[in-house]
């Protein structure tokens, strides 16, 4: 069982800038998949960013050049640091973490996006 936790969700004007941390704890060691996803509301949920177990980052076509994600050492809290933000980012925020071919998913964090 893994537990995730996200936070860092809030209202902003657009060009702003927010930073979303998720965290996950497991009771045994996990070499952790990482990623943020986002559901606007009416819509679906749809991948954002992520790291996978060898560090790679991966990034939607909508984020590229605005969003970063990096995670800390020991690799159990992924990061979003969110810039330049539209009113179209404007969406409940959720980390899924995989662990040893198990997914996990946290309440998420709701970023709203004002023009």
């Known amino acids: 069982q893994v537990h995730v936790v996200e936070s860092g969700g809030d209202s902003v004007q657009a060009g702003g800038s927010l930073r979303l941390s998720c965290v996950a704890s497991?009771?045994?060691?996990?070499?952790?998949?990482m990623n943020w996803y986002r559901q606007a509301p009416g819509g679906d949920r749809e991948f954002v960013a992520g790291?996978?177990?060898?560090?790679?980052?991966k990034y939607a076509d909508s984020v590229k050049g605005r969003f970063t994600t990096s995670q800390n050492y020991p690799k159990n809290t992924l990061y979003l640091q969110m810039n330049s933000l539209k009113p179209e980012d404007t969406a409940m925020y959720s980390c899924?973490?995989?662990?040893?071919?198990?997914?996990?998913w946290g309440q998420g964090t709701q970023v709203n996006v004002s023009s």
């Open positions: 899924n973490v995989v662990c040893q071919g198990a997914s996990f």
């Open positions: 497991a009771y045994r060691r996990c070499n952790y998949d």
């Open positions: 790291i996978d177990t060898i560090s790679r980052t």
